[in-house]
Nanobody, 124 residues
Framework: QVQLVESGGGLVQAGGSLRLSCVAS????????TGWFRQTPGKEREFVGG????????YYADSVKGRFTISRDNAKNTVYLQMDSLKPEDTAVYYC?????????????????WGQGTQVTVSS
């Protein structure tokens, strides 16, 4: 089992930046890929991006490419989502998720573990 806890959300003005963290605990000795998703009320959870265990491969949704950066520090069991040039449409609850297959998937059903989410609000 892996437990995930996100932090770093908050209120920011358009054009600003936030860095989210996803800290893993439990069975962290296994190699796992981590994805970031976001969700707004009434909509399905949307893939934002992801990173493999080694950090060698990262993937991003077109809507955030060039603005968001995912990185990880396995010594700290932490994955980061750096969000720059934020837009009001980035407002959502952001979730991190992990899977033991070490592949980044854009669909939620391929992830085994989820955090509780952290709210990001971007004001115009």
């Amino acid at each position: 089992q892996v437990q995930l806890v996100e932090s770093g959300g908050g209120l920011v003005q358009a054009g600003g930046s936030l860095r989210l963290s996803c800290v893993a605990s439990g069975r962290t000795s296994s190699s796992y890929a981590t994805g970031w998703f976001r969700q707004t009320p009434g909509k399905e959870r949307e893939f934002v991006g992801g990173i493999t265990w080694s950090g060698a491969r990262t993937y991003y949704a077109d809507s955030v490419k060039g603005r968001f950066t995912i990185s990880r520090d396995n010594a700290k069991n932490t994955v980061y989502l750096q969000m720059d040039s934020l837009k009001p449409e980035d407002t959502a609850v952001y979730y991190c998720a992990a899977n033991g297959r070490n592949n980044v998937y854009s669909v939620t059903r391929n992830y085994d573990y989820w955090g509780q989410g952290t709210q990001v609000t971007v004001s115009s």
